[in-house]
């Protein structure tokens, strides 16, 4: 699932057909930069005509590309390439003391970064050959000035180049505007998977939580706008401050 | 946020627009049972004719309750009143073994069912007056022989009153479909919180897990199709089996 290529997901789901054929045209817009994250794209009218189709086509073209996620209508505004993820921040799994998890942004501390040699299925999910570097990086995350998450993040080289030259204490709180503003990454999706295990004695240690105390992984894919997997990164954080609720109809 | 009430939600959304009004409308006859579950509701024309309306507006109607889920679109096929909620298993949080949680239907075993006073809030979460009666149940759920998830529901009297009567060996096991059989009622939506905590003895006796085992706890609201809360549960399994995957946009 992780690894699905967006855009060969956009072509097959609409095979051949002449909408599908416009939806790829249109993605390599938003992709190369031509449309920009939160600006608007031109009117149906004026897209059909340059394409020399039907309303309906290029509606149904938009259609593909709202259902992915690329593109959003605005009520009453018109429809605009959407903007980097937002709301995916991974504290939105817990709460720590009175701070809502949903809308803290914690402190950032860089414990390493490193490049190194990718392992086998390190570089597949990332689309490169066997044998490819990557950025390993490990990272401590503070709220109320106690250590809340510990996370392990992997990037791949040469296309996050630029963050290997920034110095760490210029990165900031937030790794996806530094994505973005360094390497021209936007960060479209993510997906995430939690399951829970016992604290090794290091990440215990660093957590500042008993050995072998319960916590919650969060293991998470994010991917660019091509659809391309471009992080790979474990959280780990105390299993008993963690909350989630789904909400099913 | 579990306690809202969705027909006053929709009221309140739509304000006392023309197309606010109407939606309420549809939302007493699907709620009456004119329009069953599963079945298709009438053309729009023809709703517009009868309502006396633009067609338009019964457009905007159909949408809030399609954005509800009480309504559905079928591409080329028309819109359908939503069949109670499926895919809603508490055994999608969970992988046990080499069962894939999100489609496994463990076995049922009723340890207790018995007509209780609700304390407070339990009361209030149904929307009842203090002191009413309902029905208190435990169940503990099987997969290969194993006991997998221990849960206790509460149920609001009298709507689940024909549940008391039936002998528990004849209940199956899943109680949606049974509330729907027996009670008339169509689960509509359902609210899980997750969170985390120890065994206490007793369930760690029930789950056949040591004492203080770490467990992932899901706690359940469910709502009928006015939007009334009819079904509280605690469900309690195994930490190390939990797995959950959410996907962001």
Chains 1, 2 share one sequence.
Do not use: N
Not at 95 to 106: L, M, Q, S, W
């Amino acid at each position: 699932m992780a690894d699905i290529d967006l855009l060969q997901k956009i072509t097959s789901a609409a095979g051949l057909s002449r909408y599908g054929q416009i939806a790829a045209q249109l993605q390599a817009r938003i992709v190369s930069g031509d449309w920009p994250p939160g600006e608007a794209i031109p009117a149906e009218g004026a897209l059909a005509k340059e394409f020399g189709i039907a309303l309906g086509t290029i509606r149904q073209a938009i259609a593909v590309l709202v259902q992915e996620g690329l593109l959003e209508r605005v009520q009453g505004r018109g429809t605009f390439v959407r903007k980097g993820l937002s709301g995916a921040s991974l504290m939105r799994f817990f709460r720590f003391g009175g701070a809502d998890g949903a809308t803290a942004v914690p402190r950032s501390e860089i414990l390493s970064c490193r490049a190194v040699r990718l392992d086998k299925a390190m570089a597949e999910r990332f689309g490169l050959p066997s044998g490819a570097r990557g950025l390993a990086i490990t990272r401590r995350r503070w709220l109320d000035d106690k250590p809340r998450l510990l996370e392990s993040i992997w990037l791949p080289l040469p296309r996050c180049e630029a963050l290997q030259q920034l110095p760490v204490w210029e990165w900031g709180d937030l790794l996806y505007p530094l994505l973005g503003s360094q390497c021209g990454i936007t960060v479209h999706r993510a997906v995430d998977e939690v399951t829970f295990r016992t604290l090794a004695h290091d990440e215990a240690d660093l957590l500042e939580l008993p050995d072998a105390h319960p916590c919650a992984v969060v293991t998470r894919h994010a991917f660019d706008l091509r659809g391309t997997c471009i992080e790979y990164r474990l959280t780990r954080g105390d299993a008993f401050a963690f909350r989630y609720t789904a909400d099913i109809r």
